[in-house]
């Protein structure tokens, strides 16, 4: 599974920005290579025995000035909802219970999300008994820590932690195709998200687990079972979008390293941008299936060639993953968003395709027929054997002399006779040179 997300609620000062700074030991700027806009030092990387996750303050959305307190917090406890797999629900012992607590944790029980409900300020050992009031709350057991003094912190995180999705029921989704919609913002990722949903084919069913992320949408489709994951608030016309937009870089990232298909969303009527670039690279550097969809095509004046040349410029763009395929569609009017899912099954198929060693070892040894390896200081690369040893994405290892007399245009050609004896659209290919002797 990716990275799990953890993000610290509660009222301004009850200690949120403390806990996140202890958290944080090694704190990452993951913004600068991360695809997202933001700016913001709002996350940060943590590890408890020996699991990784990050963690977001949600107190960066607390204005300096702020006299509506309720309204803030109401905000601030939808973006963890929509943003996490664990919520830490922080309040203080040394306040004691207010209303805002009450209200915020009605909010969070409703959400079905894994929540650690924590009482700050605990500096000493006679603080323990202010902690029985916060059962009143209704989220099960409180743990008391000190953020100042870094007491109780590792009980702390070992209930985190608990909270995690098990590997079982991430082997439960095994039989779901795992799909990521991701793009700027505006680009229609909801608007595509919603048609499909409302699709006559298309059955949404309930979501199987009960710690699962509430979000997701679970499909039953002609091409299959499908996950659509949710990369920021992708199902709610709500109107906190926009405030969860500013949090999505870190919730792109884990939708990508989780999903099997990558579809990156882009509009027509925009140029691509670095942004759009880092995203999809980030998805290629680690394995994915990949599928772009240029939406809103219903704005473009078009003539015969305007599609061609839309191409042209995505292959220019794009030419470090030129398997993906492209699919021009508007969600606004419907026109090809029924080949979403089918292009979509297409790409997971090919992601997924395995080659009898037979069949491969027939169009390797054509190809060194057909051109012989380079001569590469005074010696030639030879092919004894070829094996697919993997898929997602399909791994091919090459048996050979030696690795060091493979020359990068000598594998590019290999890959692209695999690529023309083999349909592998919208998926990258391993190709791993091993050395044997004879
Ligand atoms: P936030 O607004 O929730 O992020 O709260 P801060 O982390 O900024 O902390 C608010 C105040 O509470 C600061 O003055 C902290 O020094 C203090 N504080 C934080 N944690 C503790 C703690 O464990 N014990 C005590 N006594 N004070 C703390
Ligand atoms: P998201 O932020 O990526 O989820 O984008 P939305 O789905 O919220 O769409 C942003 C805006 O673009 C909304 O006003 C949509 O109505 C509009 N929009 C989405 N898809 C299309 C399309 O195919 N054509 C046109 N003309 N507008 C679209």
């Known amino acids: 599974m990716s990275k799990p997300i953890v993000s610290i609620v509660g009222r301004p000062n009850v200690g949120k920005s403390t806990l996140f700074n202890k958290l944080a030991g090694r704190r990452v700027s993951i913004v600068e290579d991360t695809p997202g806009v933001t700016r913001d030092r709002i996350y940060a990387e943590s590890e408890w025995v020996g699991k990784k996750f990050t963690i977001i303050d949600t107190g960066g959305i607390e204005p300096e000035n702020n006299d509506i307190i309720l309204t803030q917090m109401r905000r601030q406890a939808q973006i963890a909802i929509e943003m996490s797999d664990v919520i830490v629900f922080m309040v203080d012992g040394k306040q004691g219970l207010t209303d805002t607590d009450n209200e915020v944790a009605v909010m969070l029980r409703r959400s079905k999300k894994p929540i650690v409900l924590v009482v700050n300020k605990i500096d000493k050992n006679v603080e323990e008994n202010n902690i029985y009031e916060f059962y009143n709350l209704g989220?099960?057991?409180?743990?008391?820590?000190?953020?100042?003094?870094?007491?109780?912190?590792?009980?702390m995180l070992d209930e985190v932690v608990e909270r995690f999705k098990t590997s079982e029921e991430d082997e439960e989704e095994?039989?779901?195709?795992?799909?990521?919609?991701?793009?700027?913002?505006?680009?229609?990722?909801?608007?595509?998200?919603?048609?499909?949903?409302g699709e006559e084919r298309v059955i949404v069913s309930d979501i199987p687990g009960t710690t699962r992320d509430a979000i997701d949408s679970f499909l039953e489709t002609e091409f299959g079972k499908l996950i659509l994951i949710d990369t920021a608030g992708l199902r709610?016309?709500?109107?906190?979008?926009?405030?969860?937009?500013?949090?999505s870089a870190v919730r792109t990232m884990a939708a990508i390293e989780r999903c099997?298909?990558?579809?990156?969303?882009?509009?027509?009527?925009e140029p691509i941008s670095e942004q759009d670039e880092r995203i999809i690279g980030?998805?290629?550097?680690?394995?994915?299936?990949i599928?772009?969809?240029?939406?809103?095509?219903?704005?473009?004046e078009k003539d015969d060639?305007?599609?061609?040349?839309?191409?042209?410029?995505?292959e220019i763009k794009f030419s470090f993953m030129a398997y993906a395929?492209?699919?021009?569609?508007?969600?606004?009017?419907?026109?090809?968003?029924?080949?979403?899912?089918?292009?979509?099954?297409?790409?997971?198929?090919?992601?997924?395709?395995?080659?009898?060693t037979g069949v491969l070892n027939d169009v390797i040894s054509n190809a060194v027929l057909m051109k012989e390896p380079p001569v590469v200081a005074f010696k030639r690369l030879k092919i004894f054997y070829v094996t697919q040893t993997d898929v997602k994405p399909p791994t091919f290892i090459f048996f050979v002399n030696n690795p060091e007399l493979l020359h990068f245009s000598y594998r590019r050609y290999l890959e692209n006779k695999l690529r023309q004896s083999f349909d592998f659209e919208g998926t990258g290919i391993k190709l791993i040179f091993k050395e044997r002797k004879n």
């Not at 989220?139 to 009980?155: F, N, T």
């Not at 099997?260 to 009527?269: N, R, Y």
């Not at 060639?305 to 995505?314: C, E, I, S, Y």
């Open 305 to 314: 060639k305007t599609m061609d040349n839309f191409k042209k410029n995505l």
């Open 282 to 289: 980030y998805a290629h550097e680690n394995n994915k299936a």
């Open 291 to 300: 599928l772009v969809i240029v939406n809103k095509w219903d704005l473009i």
């Open 139 to 155: 989220i099960g057991d409180p743990v008391s820590i000190s953020s100042s003094q870094g007491l109780g912190i590792g009980d």
């Open 325 to 356: 395929p492209f699919l021009f569609i508007s969600a606004k009017t419907g026109q090809r968003v029924h080949k979403v899912l089918s292009e979509i099954k297409k790409c997971y198929d090919n992601y997924n395709k395995r080659i009898a």
């Open 236 to 247: 709610r016309k709500s109107r906190i979008k926009e405030e969860i937009e500013r949090y």
């Open 260 to 269: 099997d298909v990558c579809t990156l969303i882009l509009d027509a009527t």
């Open 174 to 197: 095994e039989e779901y195709i795992k799909v990521a919609f991701v793009g700027k913002p505006n680009v229609g990722k909801s608007s595509l998200t919603n048609r499909i949903l």
